[in-house]
């Protein structure tokens, strides 16, 4: 089969080819995901929208109380940006921590998402920031938690006329820390576990909790009952962590058992409460 091949130089010239050909359509960024599942022919596109060339897609900055960045924003950029170093330093530390350089440089964070693979570094990371994503289309504009977003493997709420434009990251302004942790086999790999916290201080200790368990399950999950066990702890310098959470919603691994990603998953969740506690406090 013919495939046909395009490089609109627009977000809405991309929205009009999607609209057009809909399913048949497959959108294309960096193609460090999408070009692995081209070669084994999981997916066969009779259309492919190359979006390298929209350059109103790649951006950093700062508005209202909040970072915006751009779908098309790849993840070098995101490492390099002094900006995300001083707003966000831990997010900034996590594209480190993906793939190689040259995987950097190609992959994008609009991409990385939209690709929903749950032992993805970047969704955990962006839920217990609360982050939201903007997804338009060549009549609609509109914004969702990425928590909602995300819906199951490889599946996200994004239609088939459908694409990500932007990335939003509330700045908070009370004293607060982050951190993300992840095993892998070796670094740059994906995660077969991950963690990521959120924490936020006041003069009683954590007044706000965000908790994330990644690549363990079918997406990352939130885990609200540890959130709330947190709540109201560290006033006196020390946290209780007993960080259980549902083992049926563990995947089987080629590389490890469910009992290990279970306990690894727990040794990392403790360190990123821990971490972003003593982060906020520094802060």
Not at 43 to 50: C, K, M, Q, R, Y
Not at 229 to 249: M, N, R, T, V
């Amino acid at each position: 089969m013919n495939m046909f091949y395009y490089e609109p130089k627009t977000f809405q010239e991309a929205c009009d080819l999607l609209n057009k050909y809909q399913d048949d359509a497959k959108l294309i960024a960096g193609g460090q995901s999408l070009m692995i599942l081209l070669r084994q022919k999981v997916v066969v596109p009779e259309h492919l929208i190359n979006l390298k060339n929209i350059k109103e897609g790649a951006y950093i900055k700062e508005e209202g109380g909040e970072l915006k960045i751009g779908a098309l924003t790849t993840h070098r950029q995101i490492e390099k940006s002094p900006l995300v170093r001083e707003k966000l330093p831990a997010f900034a530390e996590v594209f480190s921590g993906i793939g190689s350089v040259q995987v950097r440089n190609w992959g994008t964070i609009g991409g990385n998402l939209a690709h929903s693979d749950p032992a993805g570094d970047l969704a955990p990371i962006l839920m217990v920031l609360g982050a939201r994503v903007r997804v338009i289309s060549k009549s609609n504009s509109n914004e969702m938690p990425l928590e909602s977003f995300i819906t199951g493997y490889l599946e996200t709420k994004l239609r088939a006329s459908e694409m990500l434009q932007e990335i939003i990251i509330p700045l908070s302004k009370a004293k607060s820390g982050m951190a993300y942790e992840k095993e892998s086999v070796r670094a740059g790999d994906m995660a077969m576990a991950s963690a990521a916290a959120f924490i936020e201080i006041g003069s009683k200790g954590i007044t706000r909790a965000k908790v994330v368990v990644g690549a363990v399950g079918e997406m990352p999950i939130r885990l609200e009952n540890l959130e709330k066990e947190l709540q109201g702890q560290g006033s006196k310098g020390e946290l209780h962590i007993d960080p259980k959470f549902d083992q049926s919603i563990i995947r089987m691994d080629p590389y490890v058992s469910k009992e290990y990603k279970y306990e690894i998953s727990k040794v990392k969740l403790r360190n990123v409460i821990q971490t972003a506690f003593e982060r906020a406090k520094q802060a």
